[in-house]
């Protein structure tokens, strides 16, 4: 996996350039973000990390929506607490600013690194991003590129710094019983001026509604980061959109 991930850093590059340029008809691009705890240390092995997540979708208007989400990540006992603004500017281009706040607990810290670590506190960090996403479809594949750029405000004694995250992500509906399901899959990398590219994320699933203003999301996620163990999330996500 590890060099798979390296493999496709260096691809979604060049990928995201493509994107960038590209012009057609627009795709809904699956979005839900993990938070990420301090790195530290290098020995044991992975951990398995159960996880629930929740989305609310409001319309403003046309071109504007509200997204208020929560998260739950298991087994490192993180709640995360998220906003999301996208307004879309074009057909094929959405520019979302964001916040994100989450809290990893002491015994959540004690089992991110690779060797026992010695936390007593809890770390919390608030992120304020912006990004924006081009989407189009290609024969029915619908494919996404989004930039981001993300503001750590993070406790003392560390600094604040700033982030860049680049992820590009494909679906495809598939019509199973007279509904229409939506398999895709993303592959995200992490860029910090101190740390270089330092993380990666590779995340499948598929998107099942339930009605047409309810959907449901089963996934899985596979993420490496320097300096802690791999986390295997199993994710399970509850979208209801009010338009």
């Known amino acids: 996996m590890r060099k798979l991930a390296t493999c496709a850093r260096y691809l979604v590059r060049s990928a995201l350039v493509v994107c960038v340029m590209s012009l057609a008809t627009p795709c809904a691009a699956q979005d839900v973000d993990v938070p990420t705890a301090p790195a530290a240390g290098d020995g044991r092995g992975s951990i398995f990390a159960p996880s629930a997540w929740g989305v609310i979708s409001t319309p403003v208007n046309k071109q504007i929506a509200l997204k208020l989400s929560g998260f739950f990540i298991g087994d490192l006992q993180v709640p995360v607490a998220q906003v999301d603004l996208p307004i879309r500017l074009a057909s094929f281009l959405t520019v979302t600013p964001s916040y994100m706040g989450y809290s990893v607990p002491a015994s959540g810290l004690n089992k991110l690194p690779p060797q026992p670590g010695s936390y007593t506190d809890s770390y919390d960090e608030h992120q304020f991003r912006v990004d924006g996403t081009v989407a189009f479809a290609v024969r029915k594949f619908e494919i996404s590129a989004r930039n981001m750029y993300v503001r750590r405000f993070r406790p003392t004694p560390v600094e604040d710094m700033n982030r ?80």
């Open 164 to 243: 860049y995250r680049g992820r590009v992500a494909i679906a495809h509906p598939l019509a199973i019983r007279n509904r229409i399901v939506k398999p895709f899959a993303s592959y995200e990398t992490f860029y910090e001026p101190t740390g270089g590219w330092n993380r990666d994320r590779i995340w499948s699933g598929v998107t099942v509604p339930l009605n047409k203003r309810v959907l449901v999301q089963p996934s899985y996620m596979w993420e490496t980061s320097e300096g802690n163990r791999d986390v295997h999330y199993v994710l399970f996500g509850l979208v209801v959109n009010t338009r």
